[in-house]
């Protein structure tokens, strides 16, 4: 099976993750991929392969005669796809792209042009994997999934390359902040490893943001508006007040690069309560707590305004940034550079504005920089991949796991 067949079927399969559930895996739906994952390591040769309940899929590939004593390598992607777009019955289709603008959907209206999605114009001549613009395609990160399924299905046809052992595992719920809170790290077996969920062709990262999320509920005083004045606390209103104490061009909108944000992501509320879902981000550890504090400060200032307890701030560290955890393995970066090279490709380390299972893996005892997949415009119903960067990638995966 080619890597684009493998990647076309994974994306029939409907993964997403619910950040709303309390169940492991969030949504019972990944495990049918999980199982038809489990089926094909089985069908490869790898060995010990297992769906465990939490619908990790693991397993693992022999050494080669004569790399018995190489350090186990581990490759690892996850199943589920986002819960930001929707993500049942993608219907993917390849097309080639000659410039101008990309229609993914006539009747419906839904094109992309390089005005306003300007990777485009890197990919003009390309045949890329697009959705009809109805939902997201997948990419992130059943692309990954298929190019290190592939590239093992290479290896066990090519006994001539050498490798050692390579461990690999498909998570779930990645999306959702938990792909490693049931990560058998002892289990896997493996000295290091890659995430492969990252973007564009070429990205090798091992720096991403330090992550919080805060949940702040505004209790407020409802009284009927005809007898309101100097009465009523609007709970709406004073929630609207904390979002405009934030710095304005601090939000993901005005950010890149290294620049952290304050990101308001969900808000619901009326007279008497009000909800506001944000997610703090910073590359930098003592910038991530300034965040923390400012929004600390700004509840205690609105509660010495409007009464005690009218603002009650819930703060929960989600990862750090693995920088520090990584930089004592630099070979690992060293050596995807050089895969990349060898492919062809040009290595670009890039900061990974958001995070991956790698992140916390790398805290786990796991080093685990992160690789490119090849997609562009994740989670969303414009989201892509090109062909060659699916094709590519399996070639670096291979490199990066074979002795030279």
């Not at 559930?21 to 990944?30: E, F, G, I, R, Y």
């Not at 060995?47 to 186990?72: I, N, S």
């Not at 560290?317 to 995807?336: C, G, K, T, W």
Request: glycine share 10%; charged share 20%; net charge negative.
């Amino acid at each position: 099976m080619t890597v684009v067949e493998r990647f076309l079927k994974y994306v029939s399969f409907d993964t997403q993750s619910d950040e709303d559930s309390v169940t492991v895996p969030s949504s019972a739906k990944q495990k049918v991929l999980g199982a038809e994952l489990a089926a094909e390591l089985s069908q490869m040769g790898l060995h010990g392969v297992r769906m465990d309940e939490y619908g990790y899929v693991y397993g693992w590939l022999p050494a080669t005669a004569g790399c018995e004593g190489v350090p186990c390598l581990g490759l690892i992607a996850h199943m589920d796809t986002s819960p930001d777009a929707p993500g049942a019955h993608v219907q993917a289709r390849i097309v080639r792209y000659e410039g101008g603008v990309l229609v993914q959907n006539a009747e419906q209206g839904i094109s992309m042009s390089p005005e306003e999605y300007e990777s485009l114009r890197s990919y003009a001549g390309q045949d890329l994997i697009v959705t009809d613009g109805t939902t997201l395609l997948g990419a992130d990160d059943k692309a990954g999934v298929a190019e290190i399924f592939t590239a093992l299905e290479y290896l066990t046809a090519h006994l001539e390359l050498p490798h050692g052992r390579i461990a690999v595992c498909i998570t779930p719920d990645e999306e959702v902040g938990r792909g490693a809170d049931h990560f058998d790290v002892e289990g896997f077996g493996a000295a290091a490893a890659y995430t492969v969920d990252g973007g564009e062709l070429g990205e090798l990262e091992y720096e991403n943001f330090n992550a919080a999320s805060a949940t702040v509920t505004v209790h407020g005083l409802n009284i009927h508006p005809g007898s309101a004045k100097n009465k009523m606390k609007n709970a709406a209103l004073m929630a609207v007040e904390l979002v405009n104490m934030l710095p304005p061009a601090e939000t993901p909108a005005h950010t890149e690069g290294y620049e952290g944000f304050y990101h308001l992501n969900h808000m619901e509320g009326n007279e008497t309560q009000a909800r506001l879902s944000f997610i703090i981000r910073d590359h930098d550890r003592a910038g991530f707590e300034r965040r923390k504090e400012r929004m600390g400060l700004i509840c205690s200032y609105l509660n010495g305004k409007y009464g005690p307890h009218t603002f009650q701030l819930e703060l929960k560290d989600s990862y750090y940034n693995m920088r520090q955890a990584v930089e004592p393995h630099m070979y690992l970066i060293h050596r995807a550079r050089a895969a990349f090279e060898k492919a062809g490709v040009a290595a670009r380390e890039v900061p990974i504005r958001g995070g991956t299972d790698g992140a916390r893996l790398s805290y786990m005892g796991l080093p685990c920089p992160n690789l490119s997949t090849g997609g562009v415009n994740f989670h969303g119903v414009h989201e892509y991949i090109p062909v060659r960067s699916l094709e590519k990638m399996v070639e670096v995966l291979v490199n990066l796991v074979t002795q030279s």
